[in-house]
């Protein structure tokens, strides 16, 4: 596979979350606003990057029986530095995510690229393979933050957006909210696809 | 069958060394690597937290007032450790003092609040001046609503968010209760165990204030010192 099919395969063909179906606590748990679901995303991606590309460069080094513990620890280390970093710099956006972003450290999509594909395959592969995953996992977070927040709270990015128009859906930003969301964008990802196969 | 099970392969020194070695590497790097950013970044997270602390009080305290984040008064009521801030004016007269408290009775997890008391005088009543949320993990769009606008001072810009429901309120047991439960305070519409749990947090840290005014005003004047109900 080229370069290009490596990176962008994450962010439609195997999405992640539309597609794989994987990692789906953070689409359900921190979509409702835009904002903090494009933090979120972001975050994972960085850590998503750094840990497929630490692990292709150990990929040899690391004996098979330990590498999941070993994976682990390189994971849970990028996460940390997020924590830290966000802390310190985007204090907001650390207050909103809260313990969302040490619980990156259990999501499945990050470990699931370094068994599947980082333990496998080159450094600048595994780098583009991360950044296409991550990508996509920001947008498929995005997709359901936008429409919970417009729908639940009547803003967008925090701007008004819906105040004229109709009472927002308190619905929409609480748990079966996340739940519909995150349905029906499978549903129209899978419509699209199927029409998309058949020509 | 027990014959089909394989012989366990005899491993020698070097298969159960060489995993430990690896972990033990890559444990070592990243316990490194953590202490580098971490320096990196400590002094920029306490800026932070000091920044969002004084932020804080500020906003609880009357205008114009200066405080003093580092010279707390702690005291230990039921169990839990309150801290009091004084708010000064230009005179050095101690003017108002804050409260930092929390509730564990909230619909999820711990929530801390600061929350700024006026009429310290001796003739004077004890009122809330205004509550700040410090950190919470209430349902998002419900109780989350606790923090609606708060970051404002100005009531009127908000509507009838929750912190103005406190703002000017007599510390009563009969005031600072959810309607529902006898007081004045309209809780939130579907987070009734949010509100009750602001609700006590004020309550339980402003009669303690009534309670110990002299103990607590004296130790904020002269050095910080450790209180509590003996």
Known sequence: MSAWSEFSKGIWTQNPVLRLLLGLCPPLAVTTSAKDAVGMGLSAAFVLVMSNLVVSLLRRTIPDRVRLPAYIVIIACFVTIVDMVLKAYVTDLHKSLGLFIPLIVVNCIILGRAEAFASKNPPVLSMLDGLGMGLGNTLALLAVGTVREILGNGTFFGLPVLSSVMEPVLLFVLPPGAFLTLGFLIAGMNRLERRHAHG | ?230
């Open chain 2, 1 to 230: 069958m027990s014959d089909a099970v394989p012989a366990p392969r005899s491993e020698g020194l070097r298969d159960l060394l060489v995993p430990v070695l690896v972990i033990v590497i890559i444990s070592a790097g990243s316990a490194l690597l953590l202490g580098l950013v971490r320096e990196a970044t400590r002094e920029a997270i306490a800026a932070a937290d000091r920044a969002e602390a004084e932020n804080a009080l500020k906003i609880v305290l009357p205008a114009g007032l200066s405080v003093d984040v580092t010279k707390p008064f702690t005291a230990t009521v039921n169990g839990r450790e309150l801290e009091f801030f004084a708010g000064t004016d230009e005179a050095g007269t101690l003017r108002a003092v804050a409260a930092k408290t929390a509730s564990d009775k909230g619909y999820s997890g711990l929530i801390r609040i600061l929350v700024g008391f006026t009429g310290l005088d001796d003739s004077g009543t004890l009122q809330v001046t205004r509550t700040y949320v410090l950190s919470h993990a209430e349902t998002p769009g419900l109780g989350s609503k606790i923090t609606t606008c708060q970051e404002q001072t100005d009531a009127a810009a908000c509507g009838d968010a929750f912190w103005t429901r406190f703002q000017g309120r007599a510390v009563s047991p009969g005031v600072l209760k959810p309607v529902k439960d006898g007081g004045e305070i309209q809780a939130l519409t579907s987070a009734t165990i949010s509100t009750r749990a602001v609700c006590d947090a004020v309550l339980e840290a402003g009669e303690y204030v009534k309670a110990h005014r002299q103990e607590i005003l004296d130790g904020l004047r002269g050095a910080p010192g450790k209180g509590g109900t003996p």
